[in-house]
Structures are given as C-alpha cells and as structure tokens.
C-alpha cells in the first residue's frame, strides 16, 4: 500500500491539483494554452519526484530524470516563447468552436466543462502512461547501466538533435518567406512533420530505456503504451489534425498539394503528383 501511495496516489493528487489550477487561471486570463506549459512542467516535477523517493540505483536515476527534466524544460521554455510572441495557440479557437457546437465531451456544449477535462486527460496519460518508464526505472537497484539503456540514450540525443533542427529549419523559413507558402526545406521535404515524428522517437527512447528494469506483467503493459499514446496524442488528438487544419486554412490549395505528395509522419521520399492525390498520407480532421 506505500508504495502505491509514493508511486500513484500522491503524485496523481499533486499534479491533479496543479493541473485544475492552471485550467482556473487560464478561464480568467483567457488563454487554453497554459496546459502547454502545464504539461511538460507537471511531467518535469513528477520526474523530480521519482528521482528523490524512489529506491533505485543513483546513476540510471540521474540519466532517465536528467533526460525527462531536459525534454520538460526544453518544452516549457518554447511555450514561453511562442505565448509571448505570438499570444493563444490558434488551435484552441478550433477546440472551442468544436466544443460550442456539442462535439465535446458526451455532447457537453460547456467550453470550459469540456476544457477541464482536456486538461486531465493530459494528466492522467502522463501520470498513469508517459512517466512510468521513469518510475519503473527508477526502482531498479541493480548497480550500472546496460548496453541497451545507453543505446536508448543514444536514439534519445539523436530525436533530440533532430526534432529541435527540424523546428529550426521551419523558423528560418518563415522569417524568409513573405508569400505564405508552404515549407518544403530540408526534413520538411520528407515529412510535413518531422519534429512531431522525432518526439515520438524521443519517448520510444524512453521506453526502451526502461526494458531492462521491468519486474513485473504489468511493466511491459505499461512500457507498450507510452509509444502508442504517444503517437495517437501526436497524430490523431492534439498535434497534426489541428495544425493542419490550420495551415490549409492559411495557405489553402498549396499545402492540399504538399499534404498530397508529402508523408504525414514518417519521413519518407516526396510522390509525384499525378498520383498523389489517392496515396496522400491522411487528411486533416
């Protein structure tokens, strides 16, 4: 029973609180976008948390938190950036008119009803889904670090690398480009999002870091999850169907033919387009 207490209970009471917190200051500043910030910041504390309590061997303790505190910090600092420059994230005027229109939560047509629970759907995939491959590393007393978790280190720096040079060459581009085209440079000549793809490598990384500390039925449950949550939160919920559904908005008829030549997700040679109008790789929802 402690040990459920360290490892679910008070942690899920902390960042379930933290969390309502952000959604009531985001209904009185008027800005969605806090979960942005809400999330990576309540995944960087969770991995604090585990690190400190959690019985395991101090060195691949120090290597998986270092590595989820580097991702939070990297992701909290980008939304603080983009809300000062930019203000509220476009998407959630989509959310709100989707929501106002009774596609939300059972038919709700309550914005901030349906907003709170966005808010913890977050909550619980982190806690109950993304973080466990910390926590069940964490709990690995065996002294020194396996070939296998270096080896996910190393996919990790990689999709690190990649993911940040991929928003890089998206950022070059816009402050180039005055007409409102459509980025086709460098990975974004493989993939219409190459940074999304790399982030989902950066949690399979995760995963495979924690294999070898695996105890239990209920780890390797755990464990397959965090890739398949990760790649749906991307690509089917809160990451590509609003941004594209944006950027046709934008650009219209020249990001339909970049969606019509050009992979979703995975990296991939650009088709021709006489025949991509069948094999384009998913529509915006």
Request: with cysteine; net charge neutral.
């Amino acid at each position: 029973m402690e040990a459920i207490m360290n490892d679910i209970v008070i942690p899920g009471m902390l960042l379930f609180a933290y969390i309502s917190f952000l959604w009531w200051v985001g209904q009185r500043f008027k800005n969605a976008g806090l979960i942005d910030f809400g999330w990576p910041s309540g995944f960087t504390a969770l991995a604090l948390y585990y690190g400190l309590v959690s019985d395991g061997h101090w060195q691949r303790k120090a290597i998986i938190t270092a590595m989820y505190c580097f991702c939070g910090l990297r992701f909290m600092v980008g939304w603080i950036v983009r809300n000062r420059r930019d203000g509220e994230d476009r998407r959630w005027s989509y959310f709100r008119d989707r929501w106002s229109s009774g596609e939300g939560l059972f038919g709700i047509r309550s914005v901030p009803i349906n907003l709170f629970a966005f808010y913890h759907a977050q909550t619980f995939a982190t806690l109950l889904i993304l973080i466990r491959p910390l926590a069940i590393a964490c709990n690995n007393t065996e002294p020194g670090v396996y070939v296998v978790e270096w080896i996910a280190v190393g996919l990790w720096v990689f999709s690190n690398i990649m993911e940040n040079f991929a928003d890089f060459q998206l950022d070059q581009f816009r402050k180039s480009d005055e007409s409102g085209s459509v980025c086709r440079n460098g990975l974004w000549k493989y993939s219409r999002h190459p940074n999304y793809f790399f982030e989902f490598l950066i949690w399979t990384a995760y995963t495979l870091f924690a294999i070898p500390s695996i105890t239990h039925w209920m780890d390797v449950v755990e464990l397959v999850l965090v890739p398949l949550v990760a790649y749906w939160f991307l690509v089917h919920f809160t990451g590509i169907p609003i941004t594209e559904q944006a950027s046709l908005d934008r650009r219209g008829e020249p990001y339909a033919q970049y969606q019509a030549t050009t992979n979703r997700f995975c990296p991939w040679f650009p088709r021709t387009s006489s025949n991509s109008t069948s094999q384009a790789n998913g529509n915006p929802k």
